[in-house]
């Protein structure tokens, strides 16, 4: 199985500011065979299932508001977050969607308001 | 409007069993997979497996092969998750989660607002 890890577990960022959340895979979720790397980014807020964010690494879902960003290629990937807003209090999960079965999640990374 | 609706909670005591429910509606069920995926309380999400409900192929994660059983019936749009005999760390809120196309590989883009499942004796 692909293992997925975050970085941080947990960050408070001012409201405007940006809030940066990495992930690495245990090997490359990019395939050569058309340059695309199979990782999302999902959000869930308390209470909710999740929501995805952003697919191909970096492609935003409709919908996704502009201040979400998704970067990175092979192993490391991050999520960017550009001007905190209350309302992106969440856990931010990223996923491989490379090698299924299984799909594997990363731990969660926990943002809030500082 | 796209949306997957699920059975109601359950509460259940160890040895019994329980087939949970995720019905489909405004798109084509049988074109897209449907995955399980399982968030024990205060934990992070965990993929069951994944089920094409037009031909009924099943993938399981390892860490779930034998300890449930998906399922589907495209005539009424449903996929099915079961389990034979619960273990009280069966608990766990239960999502389903439809894939972004017909490719497996792909993330999951619509879900189900999830099933509450607590097992107690």
């Known amino acids: 199985d692909i293992v997925m890890t975050q970085s941080p577990d947990s960050l408070a960022v001012s409201l405007g500011e940006r809030a940066t959340i990495n992930c690495k895979s245990s090997?490359?979720?990019?395939?050569?065979?058309?340059?695309?790397?199979?990782l999302a980014w999902y959000q869930q807020k308390p209470g909710q299932p999740p929501k995805l964010l952003i697919y191909?690494?970096?492609t935003r879902e409709s919908g996704v508001p502009d201040r979400f960003s998704g970067s990175g290629s092979g192993t490391d990937f991050t999520l960017t977050i550009s001007s905190l807003q209350a309302e992106d209090v969440a856990v931010y999960y990223c996923?491989?969607?490379?090698?299924?079965?299984?799909?594997?999640f990363g731990p969660g990374t926990k943002v809030d308001i500082k | 409007e796209v949306q997957l609706v699920q059975s109601g909670p359950e509460v259940k005591k160890p040895g019994e069993s329980l087939k949970i429910s995720c019905k489909g509606s405004g798109y084509s069920f049988t074109s897209y997979w449907i995955a399980w995926v399982r968030q024990m309380p205060g934990k992070g999400l965990e993929w069951m497996g994944i089920i094409c409900p037009g031909d009924s192929d099943t993938r399981y994660s390892p860490s779930f092969q034998g300890q449930v059983t998906i399922s589907a019936d495209k005539s009424i749009s449903t996929a099915y998750l079961q389990w034979s005999s619960l273990k009280a760390s069966d608990t766990a809120m239960y999502y389903c989660?439809?894939?972004?196309?017909?490719?497996?590989?792909?993330?999951?883009?619509?879900w189900g607002k999830g099933t509450t499942v607590t097992v107690s004796s």
């Open positions: 989660a439809r894939h972004k196309n017909y490719d497996i590989l792909t993330p999951m883009d619509v």
């Open positions: 090997q490359s979720v990019l395939y050569s065979s058309n340059n695309k790397n199979y």
């Open positions: 191909w690494a970096s």
């Open positions: 996923q491989q969607y490379y090698s299924i079965p299984p799909v594997t």
